[in-house]
């Protein structure tokens, strides 16, 4: 089992709507979660980052983390054409915060106008 | 502006040749890491560093070696590259602060013949 898994997609949805992007991992004793967006060519950046179980939201991004389940996500609502990128999950393995982060293969989302 | 730059961005080499890929950061940052991207692999970790003098191996370290000597500096060395080298290369550096960004470089696209 990998220890960072996303489904690669592409996943599409038609612009306004709810993009759902999962994540699950295999360390239980992780205690940081990110999510990057990269566009073609470009590198990663960050969107947003979560620690606590439960909902965290910004804008139009909801990241949700069940550590129980080992599983983290990301909404966005009213998806937008400019969303369009891969989205990458990356946790932090282990339970202190260490340099060491694992990212899964990222989802590419496609949204439509 | 905060940034981290990697010199050179293009590169094309035989294999066999010694190359460097320099890394350097303006924020002062402790951690920094070495990332390789591959289609359907994702981004993988090579090494990082948590300070001076402090180095650790990532996912995939066979192949490489990497310094810190200075702070902002972390060099990625390839003392014999390999066709399998082949890959887009980011540098990335960030506080230890856990609510704090991840800063990745422009990405350093490597050919090895």
């Known amino acids: 089992q990998k220890e960072v898994e996303q489904n690669s997609g592409p996943l599409s949805v038609p612009e306004g709507a709810i993009a759902s992007l999962n994540c699950t991992y295999s360390d239980r004793g992780s205690q940081s979660f990110f999510w990057y967006r990269q566009y073609s060519g470009k590198s990663p950046e960050l969107i947003m980052f979560i620690y606590s179980n439960g909902d965290k939201e910004d804008g139009r991004f909801t990241a949700q983390l069940n550590k129980a389940s080992q599983y983290v996500s990301l909404l966005i609502r009213d998806s937008q054409p400019s969303d369009s990128a891969t989205y990458l999950c990356?946790?932090?393995?282990?339970?202190?915060?260490?340099?060491?982060?694992?990212f899964g293969q990222g989802t590419t989302l496609q949204v439509k106008p | 502006e905060a940034q981290v730059t990697q010199n050179p961005r293009y590169l094309i080499t035989v294999t066999g040749k010694k190359l460097t890929v320099t890394c350097s950061q303006n924020?002062?940052?402790?951690?920094m890491s070495w990332y390789r991207q591959d289609p359907g692999l994702g981004l993988r970790q090579i090494y990082y560093s948590m300070n001076v003098e402090v180095t650790d191996k990532g996912d995939v370290p066979e192949g490489y070696k990497v310094s810190r000597k200075e702070k902002r500096n972390f060099p990625l060395i390839l003392e014999s590259p390999s066709p399998n080298q082949t890959s887009l290369y980011f540098c990335?550096?960030?506080?230890?602060?856990?609510?704090?960004?991840?800063?990745f470089g422009p990405g350093t696209r490597l050919t090895v013949l």
């Open positions: 990335a550096s960030r506080s230890p602060d856990t609510s704090d960004t991840q800063y």
């Open positions: 990356a946790v932090n393995i282990g339970s202190s915060n260490t340099g060491k982060l694992i």
């Open positions: 924020m002062n940052h402790e951690y």
